[in-house]
Each structure stands twice: as structure tokens, then as C-alpha cells.
């Protein structure tokens, strides 16, 4: 028996490093001097309570308040910490909630943040909605800007967020050229990073001060949890969103914690169907006479490939196509034959999802040109020849006859 099986047999953690998947398998496990689940338990609290006044008055505990998390939840976090290469992980409610605290951590009245045309669209809501009563100023960016951000950079910018590739469109951003000029300005770079979940790329590793993640996604994985998390590597920006989450009163349920860590064990197999299934779809989706572009950064045809390329080490299940253009009525028609692709929001579960996205109003650095519909399709784990069946049945609803 090896010493590491051993150690693992005395309930102590591994003492050696293993590769992605071993970390996803072993990180934020339970242990103990004897016998001891292989899951951690779900643990639920409001109120914790403390053997002695001593030990209440103590300022470095660990547990204070079910609000501000229970083993279950500093399981999951750490976990996220391993599959990001960061060293703090907050969980928060959902992946718009860890956007929108971490630019509240990180600016005040008069503050300058400057987020990418491609950015989830709930995200402008906030900036141009909310932010602007305080004061604080957004300006979108073209997300390819890569190393000219330090043309938009001012003396008020305290954020700048990205997110590659795009959710919608699919740009694959130059982040490490835009860390570089914003190191050069004290600027913190935040990356949402849920399209890779983590698995294909690590912004950390990058230079980016925060890789935010929508734990809705792929991390859960199975389409029945939602949450939110920011990984840092700096102690004091992790104390500081920390801080902004626990006084806008943020709380993660224990249970949904759980399903996340559970989810996180089969992310590494999960991703690598996800992936195949929606190469194979991009390819054949290429090969449609109704369809005019797809946006897949692993396809060579895609503008960004060779970035992609450079930085990620595999792709998701989420990618788009922009469908020629056609009556309501048919796009309608074309939606509604389709049987394994539902139709509903969100993405990174099980299941196969394919919605039409106006995307035009969502664009105000770039406007979007593309004539048609865009499509985003997310590849779930069926069988990859029964969605390629059932796109083609649904084509021909519209094909003349």
C-alpha cells in the first residue's frame, strides 16, 4: 500500500498532488481518527454554538453564523480553490450575485469600470440600472480590445470585467494582455470564467484578480441548484468581497452546497462529453444550408481560434449559430419540432437547451451585424447522433418542400 493510501486510511488528506481529475475526486473530503463518510454531510445551521466564553470571544473561528457557512460550505469553497488555482473561494447566491458583489467591493462613488460588450446581458442591467444611482460609471469595451484597454483605462477605473469566451457571441478575450496593462494601473481584472468552468482555463494563472464563476452551470452540473463564486489568490480582495457579501446579507443553503460538491467530483468526465457532443454538432450545424456562420471557438473558422487555442485546453458545451434569416413564423416552427433541445434559460446541466438570443440589444461598443437569427445551443450528454437527428428533423420544418 502506497503512503499517500495510507494516510488516506488514517483520515488524513493526500500528501502528494495529483492531476486535475484526482483533485476534483479527493479535495474538500471529510476526514477524521477513525471511520469516516466519503462525502462531506450536509450541515445545516442557523445559530452554532460554543462550549465556553473562551472559546465564543475567540476572533479567529472558523464557524460563527449558519449565514456566513457551515462545513458543507467551506468543503465546496475549498474545492472551487483547488479547480481555480486561487486560494479563497466566497460562495454567494448565484453567478450574478458573485458579478455584481464583486464590483461593488471594488468601487464607490464616481468609480469607472469597464466591462466587455460580450458580458452576460443581466450584467448591464446592473451597471446601467443600479451602479449609475451611486454614481459609478460603466463602459463597455469590444471584447478582442486586448492589449488597447490602456486607452480606456482612467484615473477613477477600480474594475475592469471580461468574460471569455463571450456567452453569447463567443469572443474569446485577450486576458493576459489586459492584465498586463491594467497591472500597470493598480487595476483588478475580473474574469467570468464559467464557460471553461474552471476544468479549461484558469484566469488566475493568467494575472486576473478574480475568476467568477456561475456554480449554476457546470459545477452543479444537473440543472437543480443555483450559486455563485469568486476565487482571488490576494487575502486582502478576497477579504474585501467577503466582507461586501456578508453585508448585502448574502447565504448559500448547505443543501445546495452539497449538490455543487457533488456535482464537482464528475466535472472533469461531464466536460469531456459536453465538449464532444457539441463539436460534433458545430460541425454538422457548419454543413446546413441554414445556417450562415457557427460560433465555436475550436473550430478553425472561428476568428479567435488561435487565441482560444493558446489559452484553453478543451471547450464546453455552449456555442451558437446564427440561423439565415426567416419569418417568425418558421423560426417558430423550427423551435417548436425540435425534442431532445428544450427551450429555457441557463445552461451546463444535463440537458440539451437551444434558444434564440436577440443579441443586437445587447451590444452598445460593437454592434452586431450578423443578419438572421443567433441561436445558442447548449450540448447536454444525450447521444450526440440523436441531437444531430433531431436538429435535421427540425430543419426540415422549414426546408421548401
Known amino acids: 500500500m502506497s503512503g499517500a493510501a495510507k494516510m488516506r486510511k488514517k483520515g488524513k488528506a493526500p500528501t502528494q498532488k495529483g492531476k486535475l481529475n484526482t483533485v476534483l475526486a479527493t479535495a474538500g473530503r471529510p476526514c477524521g481518527e477513525d471511520s469516516y463518510p466519503v462525502n462531506q454531510s450536509v450541515e445545516r445551521a442557523s445559530t452554532i454554538l460554543f462550549p465556553t466564553y473562551e472559546e465564543f470571544v475567540r476572533e479567529d473561528k472558523e464557524f460563527v453564523y449558519g449565514r456566513f457557512g457551515t462545513r458543507s460550505h467551506k468543503a465546496l469553497s475549498d474545492s472551487i480553490s483547488e479547480l ?7 460562495l454567494m447566491p448565484s453567478g450574478l450575485s458573485a ?3 464583486c464590483l461593488l467591493a471594488l468601487t464607490q462613488q464616481d468609480s469607472h469600470v469597464l466591462v466587455t460588450d460580450s458580458c452576460y446581458d443581466p450584467v448591464r442591467s446592473i451597471c446601467d440600472r443600479f451602479l449609475t444611482k451611486y454614481g459609478i460609471k460603466t463602459e463597455y469595451y469590444d471584447p478582442r480590445i486586448g492589449s488597447q484597454i490602456v486607452d480606456l483605462i482612467r484615473p477613477e477605473t477600480t474594475a475592469i470585467l471580461c468574460e471569455s469566451p ?29 464557460w471553461s468552468a474552471g476544468y479549461f482555463y484558469q484566469p488566475l494563472a493568467a494575472g486576473a484578480s478574480v475568476s467568477i464563476q456561475s456554480v449554476t452551470k457546470y459545477i452543479g452540473g444537473h440543472a437543480d441548484c443555483l450559486m455563485g463564486s469568486a476565487t482571488c489568490n490576494d487575502t486582502a480582495l478576497a477579504a474585501k468581497i467577503n466582507r461586501t457579501s456578508r453585508q448585502l446579507g448574502h447565504n448559500v443553503s448547505a443543501d445546495d452546497a452539497y449538490l455543487a460538491h457533488r456535482g464537482i467530483r464528475s466535472l472533469g468526465a461531464r466536460l469531456k462529453v459536453h465538449e464532444a457532443n457539441a463539436l460534433q454538432l458545430a460541425d454538422w450545424l457548419a454543413q446546413q444550408p441554414e445556417v450562415t ?6 473550430r478553425v473558422d472561428h476568428p479567435d481560434h488561435e487565441l482560444w487555442k493558446r489559452d ?3 471547450s464546453s458545451g455552449l456555442f451558437g449559430f446564427v440561423l439565415a434569416p426567416c419569418s417568425e413564423e418558421n423560426l417558430a ?3 417548436n419540432a425540435l425534442d431532445y433541445f428544450g427551450m429555457g434559460y441557463s445552461w451546463g446541466g444535463f440537458e440539451s437547451l437551444l434558444i434564440p438570443c436577440p443579441v443586437a440589444r445587447c451590444r452598445s461598443a460593437v454592434p452586431w451585424r450578423e443578419q438572421g437569427h443567433l441561436m445558442r445551443i447548449h450540448a ?5 447522433d440523436d441531437l444531430v437527428n433531431d436538429l435535421d428533423q427540425a430543419f426540415g420544418q422549414i426546408r421548401p418542400a
Do not use: M, R, W
Request: glycine share 8%.
Open 333 to 335: 416552427h423550427f423551435c
Open 293 to 298: 456562420s457557427v460560433l465555436h471557438p475550436a
Open 84 to 90: 481555480e488555482g486561487g486560494k479563497q473561494t466566497q
Open 312 to 314: 484553453f485546453s478543451g
Open 166 to 194: 463571450g456567452s453569447l457571441t463567443f469572443e474569446v478575450q485577450d486576458i493576459a494582455s489586459i492584465v498586463s496593462e491594467a497591472q500597470k494601473y493598480d487595476v483588478p481584472v475580473l474574469v467570468d470564467n464559467t
Open 380 to 384: 447536454g450528454l444525450e447521444d450526440a
Open 99 to 101: 458579478i455584481t458583489t
